[in-house]
């Protein structure tokens, strides 16, 4: 009989990697998102639908489903706001999954720090509330602090207040926002790692630890990753020893996670940040494939069904992967090419993501980036060099 999974949001690397473990994948997208012809290629079928937060519409279209296939191994979802409604209906279904206090815990920043604070290494100081529980005159915690939405990702809405002045305008700005929850912590000054793992039946595989780079306060937008992380050994053992206390003390069960963690400069420990269970973005899962050749996305699927992926023998990090992101001036592309052929055999991908005439915006988050380049090679100082000589060749030209 075939295996049949589906996958809530339209991610290429989860479709190709369902195909490759031998599933008839079926695609759930919401009418908002475009889909590429890696999709469409690989997908049994796709299905359209309002939205994915919406748990009674997926449901009664994975009932039709249902009712063709006559079985459904795993419903999952490798997109933030799909792991909901993968949970509701896999624990309908009574297939493996993440509970639901498993997700609220990790998209909700609050609770995750509330269950934190059990534990002496992960707690941290905190607020938070609706613009309505702060006032403008009183300090919520002591500065330098950071202040985001409790649910958010991909660095939006996140500002850095490093005195009273900063937390007034800040209020002002935002007093009009009744319906946004938001978190205040510490600003933590340090170096920026990730980590990718994955879970099964409650144990944890480290598959690796990637270097950020970002823009630094007040925005913190994430401008590039590095596989593998440069570390000493104590601070790969305080990151490996952190991440897997975390995910055992959230109760993540299965698939994927995705940890975000900071040195602190001034306490000397590593901080947790935000966790997610699912893979990073920016192409990170991808850097680690191109690093080790261990796919993300398909162990992540394996794990709800075969502890045995827990068993995987890491290799060593034989290549240096790297991903940098382009910004640009805001105005109107006028053109875009390059001066010579790219044929340095390090760069893996590349994408411009403005077409000739569309208006380039001002790098405010992650979503307003405006390209990227991926490169692997023996080094980093390897990877340097193709950058820099890419960037050197890209021809751009903006009124």
Do not use: C
């Amino acid at each position: 009989m075939d295996k049949v999974l589906i996958i809530l949001g339209a991610s290429e690397f989860g479709v190709l990697a369902g195909k490759n473990l031998g599933f008839k994948v079926i695609v759930i997208s919401p009418r908002s998102t475009g889909i590429s012809t890696k999709v469409t290629d690989q997908a049994e079928s796709i299905i359209i639908v309002n939205s994915l937060e919406d748990e009674e519409e997926i449901y009664q279209k994975v009932n039709d489903i249902l009712k063709i296939y006559k079985k459904i191994d795993l419903v999952i979802s490798f997109t933030e706001l799909g792991l909901k409604s993968a949970s509701i209906i896999s624990e309908k279904l009574n297939l493996p999954t993440n509970h639901l206090e498993v997700i609220e815990s990790t998209r909700n920043k609050s609770l995750m720090r509330k269950i934190f604070l059990k534990s002496d290494i992960l707690k941290l100081n905190y607020k938070a509330g609706l613009i309505s529980n702060f006032h403008h005159q009183e300090l919520p915690i002591q500065t330098p602090f950071i202040i985001k939405p409790l649910d958010g990702y991909g660095s939006k809405n996140v500002s850095f207040i490093e005195n009273h002045e900063e937390w007034t305008e800040w209020h002002l700005k935002n007093k009009e926002d009744n319906d946004t929850k938001w978190i205040v912590e510490p600003y933590i000054e340090g170096p920026e790692y990730s980590i990718e793992a994955i879970s099964s039946k409650g144990k944890h595989f480290i598959l690796g630890i990637t270097e950020k780079d970002t823009t630094g306060k007040p925005n913190f937008i994430e401008t590039g990753h590095s596989v593998p992380a440069s570390l000493n050994q104590d601070l790969y053992d305080q990151i490996i020893h952190l991440t897997k206390e975390s995910l055992t003390l959230i109760g993540v069960e299965y698939g994927p996670s995705h940890i975000e963690v900071k040195w602190d400069n001034k306490n000397n420990k590593i901080v947790i940040i935000e966790m997610h269970t699912r893979p990073g973005g920016d192409y990170i899962p991808y850097l680690h494939t191109l690093s080790t050749g261990i796919d993300q996305y398909e162990i992540g699927i394996r794990s709800y069904y075969d502890p045995s992926v827990l068993e995987l023998v890491m290799t060593k990090h034989v290549k240096h992967s790297s991903i940098k992101f382009l910004t640009f001036a805001e105005g109107i592309l006028l053109s875009k090419g390059f001066s010579d052929k790219i044929s340095d055999e390090n760069i893996k991908e590349w994408d411009i993501y403005y077409n000739i005439g569309e208006k380039v915006k001002e790098t405010a988050d992650s979503y307003s980036r405006a390209g990227h380049i991926i490169v692997s090679s023996n080094s980093r100082e390897s990877n340097k060099q193709s950058f820099n000589s890419f960037i050197k060749n890209l021809l751009i030209k903006i009124y």
